[in-house]
Antibody, heavy 124, light 108 residues
Framework: QVQLQESGPRLVKPSETLSLTCTVSGGSISSYYWSWIRQPPGKGLEYIGS???????NYNPSLKSRVSISIDMSKNQFSLKLTSLTAADTAMYYC??????????????????WGQGILVTVSS | SSELTQDPAVSVALGQTFRITCQGD??????ASWYQQKPGQAPVLVIY???NRPSGIPDRFSGSSSGNTASLTISGAQAEDEADYYCSSRDSSDNHDVFGTGTKVTVL
C-alpha cells in the first residue's frame, strides 16, 4: 500500500519561502507523476503542480512564477518550494500520486493516493 | 485556463439516488475524476476514467460524461456519503490540472 507523508514548517513569515517534502513509502517513485495540491481553510482544492519521475514538471499558471517542484529518486521524495508568501498562501498542503490512462474512448488524469496533509500558516 | 463548475450544495434523503454534475470545456477532451472529502480528512478518489472505481469504493458510486458535463451518481445515499465532493480534470489548453468548485452533500 502506497503511503505519502508531508513534512515541513507549519508557520512561515510573509515574504519568505515555503519548503515542503513528501516522502513516499510502500512503492517506487519511478514512472508516476507526483503532485502538490492545497486547500485554504473552508475553501476548495487548488492544484499547485506535478513532477514526473524523469523530472519534467507542470504548474498551475496562476502560481507558476512562484513555484518549483523537484524530485529525489534516491530518497523516494519530492519537494515543493513556494516563494514570496502572503496570508493567501495559508492552507492545508497535500501531496498526491497522479496517474493517467488512455483508451479509445478518452484520456483521464487522476490522483489515487494522498498524504494526510500539512497545515501551513503564513503569519508574522 | 479552464474552470470546472459544480453546484455548491445538495440535500438528499437517506436511500435516495442523486447526481452531482461538473461542467467545463476541458471535459470535452478529458474524463473527470471525483473525490470525496469528509471534514478533517484528505480527499479520497471515488471515480476515475470512463466509470472506474478504486478498490474499496462501494458500487453505489458511478460516473458518466456527456459533452462538457461529467456526473457522479450515488445510488441509494447512505449517511456516510455526507461529504464534500470535487471533480477534477486535465486542462485542455495547458498541461496542468484543475479542480471543480466542490459540492457539499447533506444526507437527511
Amino acid at each position: 500500500q502506497v503511503q505519502l507523508q508531508e513534512s515541513g514548517p507549519r508557520l512561515v513569515k510573509p515574504s519568505e519561502t515555503l519548503s515542503l517534502t513528501c516522502t513516499v513509502s510502500g512503492g517506487s517513485i519511478s514512472s508516476y507523476y507526483w503532485s502538490w495540491i492545497r486547500q485554504p481553510p473552508g475553501k476548495g482544492l487548488e492544484y499547485i503542480g506535478s513532477i514526473y519521475s524523469s523530472g519534467s514538471t507542470n504548474y498551475n499558471p496562476s502560481l507558476k512564477s512562484r513555484v518549483s517542484i523537484s524530485i529525489d529518486m534516491s530518497k523516494n521524495q519530492f519537494s515543493l518550494k513556494l516563494t514570496s508568501l502572503t496570508a493567501a498562501d495559508t492552507a492545508m498542503y497535500y501531496c498526491a500520486r497522479q496517474r493517467w490512462e488512455y483508451s479509445n474512448s478518452g484520456s483521464a488524469y487522476y490522483f489515487d493516493y494522498w498524504g494526510q496533509g500539512i497545515l501551513v500558516t503564513v503569519s508574522s | 485556463s479552464s474552470e470546472l463548475t459544480q453546484d455548491p450544495a445538495v440535500s438528499v434523503a437517506l436511500g435516495q439516488t442523486f447526481r452531482i454534475t461538473c461542467q467545463g470545456d476541458s471535459l470535452r477532451s478529458y474524463y473527470a475524476s471525483w473525490y470525496q472529502q469528509k471534514p478533517g480528512q484528505a480527499p479520497v478518489l471515488v471515480i476515475y476514467g470512463k466509470n472506474n472505481r478504486p478498490s474499496g469504493i462501494p458500487d453505489r458510486f458511478s460516473g458518466s460524461s456527456s459533452g462538457n458535463t461529467a456526473s457522479l451518481t450515488i445510488s441509494g445515499a447512505q449517511a456516510e456519503d455526507e461529504a464534500d465532493y470535487y471533480c477534477s480534470s486535465r486542462d485542455s489548453s495547458d498541461n496542468h490540472d484543475v479542480f471543480g468548485t466542490g459540492t457539499k452533500v447533506t444526507v437527511l
